[in-house]
Nanobody
Framework: QVQLVESGGGLVQAGGSLRLSCAAS????????MGWFRHAPGKERELGAA????????YYADSVEGRFTIPRDNAKNTVYLQMNSLKPEDTAIYYC???????????????????????WGQGTQVTVSS
């Protein structure tokens, strides 16, 4: 059973940067589409970014495009979320998630859907002060 563990959250001033990490156990990590979601108080959990198993394809929500990147290191079974130019509205709990049902496959439209991700980490808090 694959498990996901996030780290790297914290408090940062607006305009600053943070890098979140999501470490996965299991031998088939490199075949999974991975996503970073965020959940702010009073809002729906939303996808920020997703990446294919190979790392060759990515998707970014409009709200983070140009500020966040989602690299992955399959040798380390880790996916990252590099967050730059942070804004107070980025404050949320950030979760990494894995789509394990379609190993090796990437579909941009499907990668945007919360329901496609079966495994979730415990979340890490990111707070951006103004």
């Amino acid at each position: 059973q694959v498990q996901l563990v996030e780290s790297g959250g914290g408090l940062v001033q607006a305009g600053g940067s943070l890098r979140l990490s999501c470490a996965a156990s299991g031998r088939t990590f490199s075949s999974y589409t991975m996503g970073w979601f965020r959940h702010a108080p009073g809002k729906e959990r939303e996808l920020g970014a997703a990446i294919s198993g190979s790392g060759s394809s990515t998707y970014y929500a409009d709200s983070v495009e140009g500020r966040f990147t989602i690299p992955r290191d399959n040798a380390k079974n880790t996916v990252y979320l590099q967050m730059n130019s942070l804004k107070p509205e980025d404050t949320a709990i950030y979760y990494c998630a894995a789509d394990t049902s379609r190993p090796g496959l990437w579909a941009r439209a499907r990668a945007q859907l919360r329901a496609e991700y079966e495994l979730w980490g415990q979340g890490t808090q990111v707070t951006v002060s103004s």
